[in-house]
């Protein structure tokens, strides 16, 4: 038995583990950011299949049974391959979800003219896996993507509200919008964007929904471990969080306050 692994590149990956610790707070909870090596969204398949299977082994070893990948690039990437090839050498009983599917399988439902628009990292958007994974449960839906290669670093760097910063964004939400516009809803394809989610809000006509995935993946989860009696039995519930990073833990602990509402006293590992 042991807590449920949560991964991200870095420190995105908080904003769901806040929407977890909200949606299901009895749990414990893992979570490990590859900060030294973040951001992921401009490497090649390869790399980011290395990284995130170095990371969910190193949860694994840490006794979690259930890992979610909260991170699109690395669910975009590596959690195919993960579960086909890693997890059956790895052992049948431990499990890896990501956040694409879930969020796939419901942003159909947002849209009132089926015009969906995608903001995520450039490896998400090569990717494809979000117009794939979209038109499965919504194939009445046209998605548009658009990359933002430099969000992550702006916001790891916490210079997204400088001006400079937010011109950047503001480009970017404004050549998704120019795609097609009938795009009444975005999904936020980066678990790092909902810290921008209200100044994007500010960005577009009123009445576009702009969707962060923390509740679509907390109620999935939820639903999960409901059906899967045997894993959530796997899963302790003590309601503890522990974090764990690749960079410096004091720096961590003082930027990933921002993402979550914790006294966050983190460990640095070498993955
Ligand atoms: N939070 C990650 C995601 O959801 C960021 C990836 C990156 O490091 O570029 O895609």
Same mark, same amino acid.
């Given at each position: 038995?042991?807590?449920?692994?949560?991964?991200?590149?870095?420190?995105?990956?908080?904003?769901?583990?806040?929407?977890?610790?909200?949606?299901?707070?009895?749990?414990?909870?893992?979570?490990?950011?590859?900060?030294?090596?973040?951001?992921?969204?401009?490497?090649?398949?390869?790399?980011?299949?290395?990284?995130?299977?170095?990371?969910?082994?190193?949860?694994?070893?840490?006794?979690?049974?259930?890992?979610?990948?909260?991170?699109?690039?690395?669910?975009?990437?590596?959690?195919?391959?993960?579960?086909?090839?890693?997890?059956?050498?790895?052992?049948?009983?431990?499990?890896?979800?990501?956040?694409?599917?879930?969020?796939?399988?419901?942003?159909?439902?947002? /849209?009132?003219?089926?015009t969906i628009g995608v903001l995520a990292?450039? =490896?998400?958007v090569? &990717? !494809? +896996?979000y117009?794939?994974?979209?038109?499965?449960?919504?194939?009445?839906?046209n998605v548009f993507q658009h990359a933002c290669?430099?969000w992550?670093?702006?916001?790891?760097?916490?210079?997204?509200?400088?001006?400079?910063?937010?011109?950047f964004i503001r480009k970017d939400v404004d050549a998704l919008m120019a795609m097609n516009k009938r795009i009444d809803t975005i999904v936020l394809g980066c678990?790092?964007y909902?810290?921008l989610?209200?100044?994007i809000e /500010?960005l577009v006509p009123?009445?576009v929904n702009v969707v962060?995935? =923390?509740?679509?993946? &907390? !109620? +999935?989860?939820?639903?999960?471990?409901?059906?899967?009696?045997?894993?959530?039995?796997?899963?302790?519930?003590?309601?503890?969080?522990?974090?764990?990073?690749?960079?410096?833990?004091?720096?961590?602990?003082?930027?990933?306050?921002?993402?979550?509402?914790?006294?966050?006293?983190?460990?640095?590992?070498?993955?």
């Amino acid at each position: 038995m042991g807590p449920i692994g949560v991964f991200d590149s870095g420190y995105g990956g908080l904003t769901i583990l806040s929407d977890f610790r909200e949606r299901l707070p009895e749990y414990d909870y893992l979570y490990l950011g590859d900060n030294a090596r973040a951001p992921y969204g401009g490497r090649s398949f390869d790399v980011v299949y290395e990284f995130t299977l170095q990371a969910v082994n190193e949860l694994f070893d840490r006794g979690c049974e259930l890992v979610i990948l909260a991170c699109n690039t690395a669910s975009a990437k590596a959690l195919r391959t993960i579960q086909k090839n890693d997890l059956p050498r790895i052992g049948l009983h431990k499990r890896v979800l990501g956040v694409i599917r879930p969020s796939a399988e419901i942003i159909g439902q947002f /849209s009132r003219t089926n015009t969906i628009g995608v903001l995520a990292t450039p =490896g998400t958007v090569t &990717s !494809d +896996s979000y117009p794939i994974e979209i038109k499965k449960f919504s194939p009445q839906c046209n998605v548009f993507q658009h990359a933002c290669p430099l969000w992550v670093t702006l916001i790891e760097n916490n210079e997204h509200f400088t001006e400079s910063g937010k011109e950047f964004i503001r480009k970017d939400v404004d050549a998704l919008m120019a795609m097609n516009k009938r795009i009444d809803t975005i999904v936020l394809g980066c678990t790092h964007y909902p810290v921008l989610k209200d100044y994007i809000e /500010s960005l577009v006509p009123e009445g576009v929904n702009v969707v962060a995935q =923390g509740n679509i993946v &907390s !109620d +999935s989860l939820a639903d999960y471990l409901l059906r899967h009696p045997w894993i959530d039995s796997k899963c302790t519930k003590n309601g503890s969080v522990n974090f764990l990073t690749s960079e410096n833990s004091v720096e961590f602990n003082l930027n990933a306050k921002k993402y979550i509402d914790v006294d966050v006293k983190s460990v640095h590992i070498s993955l």
